[in-house]
């Protein structure tokens, strides 16, 4: 099941925008991984019990990362891509298979710094869009990742110009951090 926490507050905060840190108190992780192009959030739900390593995520690069390149450029574009900078993410494996589809990573990017991350705004939207959603019963977990991939259909449908500004906003986004030495901005 994905329940809410014990002490009443909600996993959805705490750094993921799937319920994963529900382990700590009662349900099921549901982990979700996604990617954000050109304005278009997608995401892959990961199995139950699995968490992301190396090589999930070569496979997820593999069969998600050109079809979500199409659906967002067409064929034949390459991307940049912004990351976290999780380990597993950065090993030789998941970068072969980047290079492979057509994807160069950014690798001076702040390890910290959520105002250069767009996906970090795509995913509030989505946490709010679920958090409107949200069921007044038990949750099992299949109901939840239809509720998550609707939610998702809505965002790409609703905010979709929001979307498509926060991607190519980078570089005033930049400035700003400069500007404000590297501490948060309005962003």
């Not at 108190?25 to 390593?53: D, H, K, S, Y």
């Not at 400069?178 to 309005?186: D, E, L, M, P, S």
């Amino acid at each position: 099941f994905v329940w809410r926490q014990a002490n009443g507050s909600d996993g959805l905060f705490e750094e993921c925008v799937g319920p994963s840190a529900y382990w700590k108190a009662q349900g099921t992780a549901v982990r979700v991984w996604g990617l954000l192009v050109a304005g278009i959030l997608f995401i892959a739900v990961l199995p139950e019990g699995v968490c992301m390593n190396r090589w999930e995520y070569t496979e997820l690069i593999k069969n998600n990362f050109p079809k979500w390149l199409r659906a967002a450029f067409g064929h034949g574009v390459e991307a940049f891509l912004v990351q976290d900078h999780e380990k597993c993410l950065w090993t030789a494996e998941p970068r072969a298979a980047m290079r492979a589809c057509g994807v160069h990573l950014l690798e001076n990017f702040p390890k910290c710094s959520q105002d250069l991350n767009p996906i970090e705004t795509a995913w509030r939207e989505l946490r709010a869009r679920l958090m409107t959603t949200e069921p007044v019963h038990i949750e099992h977990r299949q109901d939840f990742v239809v509720r998550l991939r609707n939610a998702v259909a809505w965002i790409n449908l609703n905010r979709a110009a929001y979307l498509r500004k926060i991607c190519s906003s980078q570089k005033p986004w930049a400035r700003d951090v400069q500007a404000a030495r590297g501490n948060r901005t309005k962003h």
